[in-house]
């Protein structure tokens, strides 16, 4: 009796315990609703980059004013890009928490195209689609700052030279782990 007691206890306690990780669908539909938000951010913000460029073609705007309205439309055009990048991490983020903790995403595994981005097998495949997401956007920032920076001395542009071989030294560095995961040898993780 003593036995079958603990037994049952101990059912209800492993139920309990494995119906807890339905608490990440919080953190699921929270990152969802915030990547549709910053979805439709971005979207608002090409929307109006795309209305402001109407005039980029007038034959009244001198070729100073063509040149700012350029220089402001590339910043906007880097601001836009973030806002998508960021909101594709939060997607992600989303899908890899709920296939590790909730349920395989059924459609997405019978379609060959998604399956690749989509599918998250373990916390390693989150953690490295996300760093490759994070990685895109750092980029984007450093390129937006890059337009931005005032080259005034030689050392400023030599700085410059050096973040931009740092960055392709990052793209090697993750294609190379990303191919050597791929092909069955220890990568760089």
Do not use: C
Not at 27 to 41: G, H, I, N, R
Not at 47 to 73: F, G, I, N
Not at 134 to 151: D, S, T
């Amino acid at each position: 009796m003593k036995e079958k007691f603990s037994r049952q206890l101990e059912i209800g306690f492993e139920k309990g315990l494995w119906g807890s990780r339905l608490v990440v669908l919080v953190a699921v539909l929270a990152s969802l609703v915030t990547a549709f938000a910053v979805f439709y951010v971005a979207t608002v913000d090409a929307w109006y980059l795309v209305m402001d460029l109407r005039e980029y073609a007038s034959p009244d705007l001198t070729d100073s004013a063509r040149k700012t309205m350029r220089s402001q439309a590339i910043a906007h055009v880097v601001e836009v890009i973030d806002g998508y990048l960021l909101a594709t991490v939060l997607l992600i983020f989303a899908l890899g928490l709920y296939e590790l903790f909730i349920s395989a995403l059924d459609e997405a595994r019978k379609s060959e195209a998604f399956a690749k981005v989509l599918i998250i097998n373990n916390l390693d495949d989150l953690k490295s689609r996300l760093g490759k997401v994070i990685l895109m956007i750092l980029i984007v920032k450093f390129f937006e700052h890059g337009i931005k920076m005032p080259f005034e001395r030689p050392l400023d542009l030599l700085a410059f030279a050096g973040g931009i071989a740092l960055v392709g030294l990052a793209l090697f560095l993750s294609h190379s782990a990303i191919y050597h995961i791929g092909h069955g040898r220890e990568g760089g993780n």
